[in-house]
């Protein structure tokens, strides 16, 4: 298998050589020449596997310049019961991504069971096993570098700490997270991880960033590398559990799914995307954005508009605020018939931070081969879907899985189970329960007091230089 730039310009690279970089070469992301197809036949042989065998099966049709048995070794240690073991709900930690059964046909799956309760951990944890195996095949070494205003980075540093060969650098907006995300992350001692609070907003971290990662002689000498979402691996990793919730949600692979799921980036959707194109019988993609509304316009009309960042609201699901999509130009590859002269022309504008328009071409109108609907939900909506939630089923959602399961009820197919992707637990986001409910979210008992431990953060100006001057200090 060989991946290639939806802008076609990049030299097609085997898995393993793309693991550790970001976009290609063409500033194009990559996507596998084809997707592997699976027969009836290997659908009924997995129905009954464990996740980690089962992520096995799907990763090595992906995965394969890694031998088999390595593979199946690092796929083991990633997804065990002691890995994801928050589950709520009374779900059963040895599935990893459990549903819960709001009502007959109606489902959440739990992505959410991991060390930093989000859905990032289900890629981010295989990804720190797989950068730990290949670094230490190649003896290389990698400082990853990365801003964050709360869910990646955290799972980021979960899925790093320890590992050989790597360290993280992680820069955060001083005292714009919550108690307990600053407790998350900070509280970890481990000598690899360096959490840095910068004094600003997440904006001036994420330019140091930027501008660190943009002085390519810095870059090389220092092996500064990111593990942002549009990574391949991280999308690759998240097809399992569209496999896996479609297996407990059905009883024979006759049967259709639908999913619905909480969007920014648009790279959990597009593990969904992947896995239909791969033949897994999903008759409906949900995707559900919040205010920033982006994906939904373009699913409605056509028209992809990126906004800027005084169009991008901050709103009470943070982790779908966003005002570009990174991973959507995976997706568009596909509708344009996996051309990457529409693609590149398309780009050009997006990158201008122009719109482009797809309604009334020959692209728009194999949309429907696609299985998207869309829809959008807002601070009120999200506040009575979590009552209505706690009110009906006595489950409590999270902000974001609440988006999801208010665009997933007005896009019900008669017959077809429709599975709500939970992407975080409510205890993450205390304030807006409070606001819902009146009450305090269930924390796991691991996570209880976790703000009064002691933490390990150093406090520094946005400064660039500066920034630069402690990453050589500590690499
Ligand atoms: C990252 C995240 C999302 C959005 O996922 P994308 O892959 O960016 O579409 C939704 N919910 C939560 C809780 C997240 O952390």
Not at 79 to 104: F, M, Q, S, W
Request: a negative charge; charged letters at 20%.
């Amino acid at each position: 298998m060989r991946y290639m730039s939806t802008r076609g310009n990049a030299v097609p690279q085997a898995f393993c050589e793309i693991l550790l970089g970001g976009l290609a070469p063409d500033g194009g992301l990559y996507l596998p020449e084809r997707y592997p197809q699976v027969s009836r036949s290997e659908l009924d042989a997995w129905r009954h596997l464990s996740y980690a065998d089962l992520a096995y099966e799907i990763l090595s049709r992906f995965i394969t310049d890694i031998p088999p048995a390595d593979l199946r070794v690092l796929v083991a240690k990633t997804y065990t019961a002691k890995v994801y073991c928050h589950t709520r709900n009374g779900g059963d930690a040895t599935r990893i991504t459990p549903l819960t059964r709001l009502e007959d046909g109606l489902y959440t799956q739990e992505l959410s069971n991991g060390p930093t309760l989000a859905f990032k951990d289900m890629a981010m944890q295989l990804l720190g096993n797989l950068f730990e195996y290949v670094l230490d095949q190649r003896g290389e070494a990698i400082n990853i570098l990365g801003a964050t205003s709360g869910d990646t980075g955290s799972a980021a540093e979960y899925a790093m700490r320890g590992k050989h060969n790597v360290k993280v650098f992680m820069l955060s907006p001083d005292g714009k997270m919550s108690a307990f995300q600053r407790a998350q992350m900070y509280s970890l001692q481990d000598a690899n991880i360096f959490n840095i609070a910068v004094t600003g907003m997440f904006d001036d971290a994420q330019d140091i960033v930027k501008a660190v990662s943009n002085d390519a002689e810095f870059k090389k000498k220092y092996k500064i590398g990111a593990v942002n979402s549009i990574n391949w691996a991280r999308v690759a990793a998240q097809i399992v559990y569209y496999f896996h919730g479609y297996f407990l949600a059905t009883r024979s692979n006759d049967e259709q799914v639908a999913f619905a799921v909480p969007s920014g980036n648009f790279g959990n959707i597009c593990a969904g995307h992947i896995a239909r194109q791969m033949g897994l019988p999903i008759a409906r993609l949900v995707l559900a954005t919040n205010e920033n509304d982006v994906l939904d316009e373009f699913f409605k009309t056509g028209v992809y508009r990126p906004r800027n960042s005084v169009e991008t609201s901050v709103t009470s699901s943070p982790s779908m605020d966003i005002s570009k999509a990174s991973n959507f130009e995976r997706f568009v590859f596909d509708l344009v018939g996996r051309d990457p002269t529409v693609v590149r022309e398309l780009w050009s504008r997006v990158d201008q931070g122009q719109a482009f328009d797809l309604s009334g071409t020959v692209h728009w109108q194999r949309m429907p081969d696609f299985g998207f609907v869309s829809g959008k939900s807002t601070h009120s909506d999200r506040i009575k879907t979590i009552r209505f939630a706690q009110g009906r089923y006595n489950v409590m959602l999270d902000t974001h899985t609440a988006d999801g399961l208010k665009v997933a009820l007005e896009n019900r197919l008669p017959g077809i189970p429709m599975i709500v992707l939970e992407t975080a637990q409510p205890a993450k986001f205390e304030e807006t329960i409070r606001e819902a409910l009146g009450a305090e979210p269930v924390r796991p008992a691991d996570l209880a007091g976790i703000e009064s431990l002691p933490q390990r953060v150093v406090v520094m100006a946005p400064d660039v230089a500066a920034i630069k001057q402690f990453i050589v200090e500590h690499v």
